[in-house]
């Protein structure tokens, strides 16, 4: 009797180890994909940063050209 808990114990394990395995490996394979350049999320994310940039840079140059020139 104890000898089958043991034994079934040690299956559950191993299922368990498994099934993070192959979570791991699925989670490893999205990031590889969405992550690498020109991928989905890569593109999404430098788009972002470019519309930032570039609304800064445009806030910038209007600032500047609002002063009044200096004696």
Avoid: W
Wanted: glycine letters at 8%.
């Amino acid at each position: 009797m104890l000898k089958q808990h043991i034994t079934k114990s040690r299956k559950q394990k191993a299922q368990s180890t498994v099934e993070y395995i192959i979570l791991f490996a699925a989670i490893v394979a999205a990031l590889i994909i969405f992550l690498r350049p020109g991928g989905i999320f890569s593109n999404a994310v430098g788009n972002t940063f470019q519309s930032g940039t570039n609304g800064m840079t445009d806030m910038a140059n209007r600032l500047q050209t609002s002063r009044p020139a200096s004696p």
